[in-house]
């Protein structure tokens, strides 16, 4: 039987084993953190969180874990965000030239797919709001989730995104990248419609943490600098997935995550193999979480505060 609270207990220690990270990592990779920066992140979940005891408190079933889910998916952005730093940190050498060959030999041409894009303007600026709703819809769909019965799967988009951002952070050590943008020598004049300043404006982070001997990371020069593999990708596949029980989410989410699939290689500036390996580490995380959630916790307290939160489609 698929229990609810096993994957809330990983998701609780995993967060906290994140958080430790965070503080213990980057001293031993020889750059700071500016903790203090990343206070608002914070703040804002313990927000959501500060609304728990009235939940409890109301018997609000549904609102307990979407409140919690929130609430740790953005607590935990910032943890992602410094374990890719410390990946980088290690300064392996650069995989542009490797990634642009797998393009080849897939028989894609990055180039030309950017230009065809590049040709419509409106085609161009909605692939920029898609790609733009990567954040709100990590922190908004656990709670859809849990309005449409499904709070396993809230607890699941928590966990699954912090599997993704770590296993992408230990990926991209081997393959740090300066991204398709760079790589191709493609620049703002060259293109009339796509804005590129997402995928090149996190060049001056990417260099200054690999090469600076006395860095400090703060929220102002924060940047998502994973290339090789795409975590926009693999958030895709990770929502589509969570919704898919959902008759009323399920197309409207697959849909958006289609695009927002498709937006990162223009707005991310990610090869396509980068899509590919995002795609396939959502598929380990995946896998990995529907082992947790198959493990009984049974817990009579939990049970009750969180009735009927079994997700009856696995």
Request: with cysteine; charged share 10%; hydrophobic share 60%.
């Amino acid at each position: 039987m698929m229990d609810i609270e096993a994957t809330r207990k990983t998701l609780f220690g995993a967060a906290t084993v994140a958080l430790v990270a965070m503080l213990a990592l980057p001293p031993l990779t020889g750059f700071s953190v500016d903790i203090v920066s990343f206070l608002p992140t914070f703040v804002l979940a313990a927000v959501l969180a500060a609304f728990l005891p009235y939940a409890r408190w109301r018997k609000l079933d549904a609102m307990v874990p979407a409140l919690e889910s929130m609430a740790l998916g953005m607590a935990l952005t910032a943890p992602v965000i410094v374990l890719t730093y410390v990946a980088m940190r290690l300064n392996f050498p650069l995989a542009d030239g490797l990634l642009i060959r797998m393009d080849e030999a897939l028989g894609l041409d990055w180039p030309a797919f950017i230009h065809l894009i590049d040709r419509s303007p409106l085609v161009a600026d909605a692939l920029f709001y898609f790609y733009m709703a990567f954040g709100p819809q990590l922190i908004l769909l656990p709670a859809l989730l849990c309005a449409v019965g499904l709070p396993l799967r809230a607890y699941q988009v928590t966990l699954g995104w912090l599997i993704i951002g770590v296993t992408a952070s230990i990926v991209t050590t081997a393959f740090p990248s300066v991204a398709a943008y760079a790589g191709h020598g493609i620049t703002a004049r060259d293109l009339d419609h796509i804005n590129i300043w997402l995928g090149t404006g996190c060049l001056e982070s990417f260099v200054a943490v690999r090469e600076q001997a006395h860095f400090t990371l703060g929220i102002s020069n924060a940047s998502g600098i994973v290339s090789f593999p795409s975590i926009h990708a693999g958030a895709a596949v990770l929502c589509a997935w969570a919704a898919w029980p959902s008759r009323l989410l399920r197309y409207p989410i697959l849909a958006l995550n289609i695009l927002m699939g498709l937006a990162a290689i223009p707005y991310g500036a990610h090869y396509f193999v980068d899509i590919i390996a995002g795609i396939l580490v959502a598929l380990v995380a995946i896998a990995a979480m529907k082992k947790i959630a198959a493990t009984s916790f049974p817990s009579p307290i939990a049970r009750r505060v969180l009735r009927p939160a079994i997700d009856p489609a696995g």
